[in-house]
T-cell receptor, first 113, second 116 residues
Framework: DAGITQSPRHKVTETGTPVTLRCHQT?????MYWYRQDPGHGLRLIHY???????DKGEVSDGYSVSRSKTEDFLLTLESATSSQTSVYFC????????????FGPGTRLLVL | AQKVTQAQTEISVVEKEDVTLDCVYE???????LFWYKQPPSGELVFLIR??????QNEISGRYSWNFQKSTSSFNFTITASQVVDSAVYFC?????????????FGAGTILRVKS
């Protein structure tokens, strides 16, 4: 158990509404990541963070923003949700420089109608 | 750009059969890491193994074994004597180094169905 929680776990929203997903970790890890999972694509990186207020874009960052004001929380915001953002969103942490391994949270299933 | 290909979209086997999941990768890095993750029907992602590019030794863990061959850029995963509980989606991934931290590049996944 990597001590990662995601909230909400399920959400249904309408096109055009803002949505914020939260990733919370309990072990003070520096690196946190947001991925989305879609059939045929595996997981793709949206944004990641390498410290408080330090973030960078991933492969599929358009339409998403992130914030990290505390070590333990990494927020993913869809400013104006679209149907193409219907997906399963996973947060991950990397425990430290000694390992490249990432451990994943339970996921958030988002449906945009 | 780095890329991971899992050519097998779906595999069905009968319990107790051996099954191999293929993974082929592309990278320009000389130092890199390869991973396998399992996603059971419950949806979570479970880390199975990490292998670095300098270690080509095959690894065995119970019924699971991994064959890493740099010459063919492959990192294949074999389950011996498969069981119904092995039914899951399996992802191969490659670590891409960044200035800060690392990124994982995933293959599309292979759905494994083990029938009793």
């Amino acid at each position: 158990d990597a001590g990662i929680t995601q909230s909400p776990r399920h959400k249904v929203t309408e096109t055009g509404t803002p949505v914020t997903l939260r990733c919370h970790q309990t072990e003070n890890h520096r690196y946190m990541y947001w991925y989305r999972q879609d059939p045929g694509h595996g997981l793709r990186l949206i944004h990641y963070s390498y410290g408080v207020k330090d973030t960078d874009k991933g492969e599929v960052s358009d339409g998403y923003s992130v914030s990290r004001s505390k070590t333990e929380d990494f927020l993913l915001t869809l400013e104006s949700a679209t149907s193409s953002q219907t997906s399963v969103y996973f947060c991950a942490i990397r425990p430290g420089l000694a390992t490249e391994t990432q451990y994943f949270g339970p996921g958030t299933r988002l449906l945009v109608l | 750009a780095q890329k991971v290909t899992q050519a097998q979209t779906e595999i069905s086997v009968v319990e107790k059969e051996d099954v191999t999941l293929d993974c082929v990768y592309e990278t320009r890095d000389t130092t890199y890491y390869l991973f396998w993750y399992k996603q059971p029907p419950s949806g979570e992602l479970v880390f199975l193994i990490r292998r670095n590019s300098f270690d080509e030794q095959n690894e065995i863990s119970g019924r699971y074994s991994w064959n890493f061959q740099k010459s063919t850029s492959s990192f294949n995963f074999t389950i011996t004597a498969s069981q119904v509980v092995d039914s899951a989606v399996y992802f191969c991934a490659l670590s891409e180094s960044q200035e800060y931290g690392n990124k994982l590049v995933f293959g599309a996944g292979t759905i494994l169905r083990v029938k009793s």
